[in-house]
């Protein structure tokens, strides 16, 4: 079973739109959690973190967390076509390590 | 703040030579650095985790004879790809944390091609 799942995507939307990438977790004992945006050929690029039950928001971004369902989302508002990356979320491994899960990731398309 | 760079952003080697990279926290003193490996359209696969002075954790599967880590100094680790062929042909990726934080922050990459 994969630790964290994202919809594979790939997510289109219009420049102006609101992009909603979603993200599940299966290790209840995993407290923080992060999206990551890579862009084509660079490295990942941390863009939100959030560690309680709510909403955390951060410009045009907002996250969302979920303990209970295990259910992470990253709200992208007035999507602009320089959003377009892969958005990759992740999830601590619960060890002193500090490993991360991370997920497959999520291909977002804003057009103009 | 929280910056990491690599060097060398790109390598190419000859099939059976070595080739180090390095990975350093340029404004911050990086409790553990991370190493990862990225094959083109796939996730991160982690490959490694080292603190300051200590030896490194490797995944499984990963050879640890293979890829050497050193971590020196609270803000320089390197890894050694030992006889590269080209299947080790990838995109290296280090990134570090600090503190009690899990947040890490990525270098740029290194793409390395073994011919």
């Known amino acids: 079973q994969k630790e964290v799942e994202q919809n594979s995507g790939p997510l289109s939307v219009p420049e102006g739109a609101i992009a909603s990438l979603n993200c599940t977790y299966s290790?209840?004992?995993?407290?923080?959690f992060f999206w990551y945006r890579q862009y084509s050929g660079k490295s990942p690029e941390l863009i939100m973190s959030?560690?309680?039950?709510g909403d955390k928001e951060d410009g045009r971004f907002t996250a969302q967390l979920n303990k209970a369902s295990q259910y992470v989302s990253l709200l992208i508002r007035d999507s602009q076509p320089s959003d377009s990356a892969t958005y990759l979320c992740a999830s601590d491994r619960g060890s002193t390590l500090g490993r991360l899960y991370f997920g497959r990731g999520t291909q977002l398309t804003v057009w103009p | 703040g929280a910056v990491v760079s690599q060097h060398p952003s790109w390598v190419i080697c000859k099939s059976g030579t070595s080739v180090k990279i390095e990975c350093r926290s340029l404004d911050f003193q990086a409790t553990t650095m991370f190493w990862y490996r990225q094959f083109p359209k796939q996730s991160l696969m982690l490959m490694a985790t080292s603190n300051e002075g200590s030896k490194a954790t490797y995944e499984q599967g990963v050879e640890k004879d293979k890829f050497l880590i050193n971590h020196a100094s609270l803000t320089l680790s390197t890894l050694t790809v030992t006889s590269a062929h080209p299947e080790d042909s990838s995109f290296y990726i280090c990134?570090?944390?600090?503190?009690?934080?899990?947040?890490?922050?990525f270098g740029p990459g290194t793409r390395l091609t073994v011919t």
């Open positions: 990134s570090a944390r600090t503190g009690s934080l899990y947040e890490q922050y």
């Open positions: 959030i560690y309680s039950n």
């Open positions: 290790d209840r004992g995993s407290q923080s």
